[in-house]
């Protein structure tokens, strides 16, 4: 019975003696996590408290291993251990490994979703060829009253594109609102994946009423050959974006052993590095839709070969390097 006073004592003393060095590590903490604000004499003081720290979680384990200030001794410990054992940043080694590694492991995350909202997206192509084509009268739900009077006086809205816009203007304006768009699909996927849903529906119905209604004027194979140089990047793109928003809706809605913010936040941080690539292929998208695609010198089969070619350059991205190792 007389040693537990001793024994109190003592914890109290080394708590009180070892108080006021958390407090200053905590005050210091942001400023290592920082790796552009961190100094030097920051760095070498965190080093030199490091094995301190890992002895006062020891013996806070020892003493109470539930307690508060062993929860806390650890969370500071994680902390510094991820800031001092964390590798040099290198924006052209983040960059390659986004490309690399990171783009490829969540899109093969997402496979099943990237499949079902593309065959999603060519059910409601054909829904909108059979609505237009059966009742033509529809086409005013996919296309505005001019384009409309444009196709019955026999031309697409695509004709003279490069005599009222330039070409650099035109192709910022194209992959900026393209990006609108994917962002728009991936950031409805937090309606539980039902606004994803939505867009996807509407962008594949819109296209099969356009093209079915371009077709009864003749003018479907010019329409073809005017998106055949940006369109198969662009569609692939859109079907990921929505595939994001719905594996970030299904995490919403079934996060499993995580809480809701915990899976959304997960779900968001997968599909964030995947719509990172495609953000830089639709910026090159734009680029072609704004200097090939209006461009009467070029052949369908030169834009097939660039279309085709760019397509395979994206899908290739996306699949990485077969065997590679993290």
């Given at each position: 019975m007389s040693d537990q006073p001793s024994h109190d004592k003592a914890t109290a003393a080394w708590f009180q003696a070892r108080q006021t060095v958390w407090q200053r590590l905590a005050e210091r903490l942001p400023e290592l996590e920082d790796r552009k604000a961190v100094s030097r004499?920051?760095?070498?003081?965190?080093?030199?408290?490091?094995?301190?720290?890992?002895?006062?979680l020891a013996i806070a384990r020892r003493i109470a291993p539930t307690g508060r200030l062993t929860r806390y001794l650890q969370q500071v410990y994680a902390r510094m251990h991820r800031a001092l054992f964390r590798k040099p940043w290198s924006f052209k080694q983040e960059v390659w490994r986004l490309f690399a590694h990171d783009a490829p492991d969540a899109a093969a995350q997402l496979w099943r979703h990237i499949a079902s909202v593309t065959l999603g997206f060519l059910l409601s192509a054909f829904a909108g060829w059979w609505l237009v084509a059966t009742y033509p009268e529809l086409v005013g739900l996919f296309a505005s009253e001019q384009m409309i009077k444009t196709v019955q006086g026999g031309e697409l809205w695509t004709d003279d594109l490069l005599n009222v816009t330039p070409s650099s203007l035109l192709s910022v304006g194209i992959f900026t609102n393209n990006i609108v768009v994917t962002l728009t699909a991936v950031s409805l996927g937090v309606l539980y994946g039902l606004g994803t849903i939505y867009i996807i529906g509407l962008n594949g119905l819109m296209l099969g009423g356009v093209f079915a209604f371009t077709a009864q004027y003749g003018l479907s194979g010019r329409l073809f050959e005017f998106v055949a140089a940006h369109g198969f990047v662009e569609l692939s793109i859109i079907c990921i974006a929505g595939a994001i928003g719905f594996y970030v809706g299904e995490a919403i809605a079934r996060p499993g052993h995580l809480t809701r913010i915990e899976s959304f936040q997960r779900a968001f941080a997968t599909g964030s590095k995947?719509?990172?690539?495609c953000a830089v292929f639709l910026v090159g998208a734009g680029l072609i839709e704004g200097y090939v695609s209006p461009d009467e010198r070029f052949?369908?089969?030169?834009?097939?070969?660039?279309?085709?070619?760019?397509?395979?350059?994206f899908v290739l991205t996306l699949v990485g390097q077969p065997g590679r190792r993290r």
């Open positions: 004499e920051t760095a070498l003081s965190a080093m030199r408290l490091y094995p301190e720290i890992a002895r006062d995947l719509l990172a690539v052949s369908l089969t030169m834009r097939l070969v660039i279309g085709l070619g760019y397509w395979v350059v």
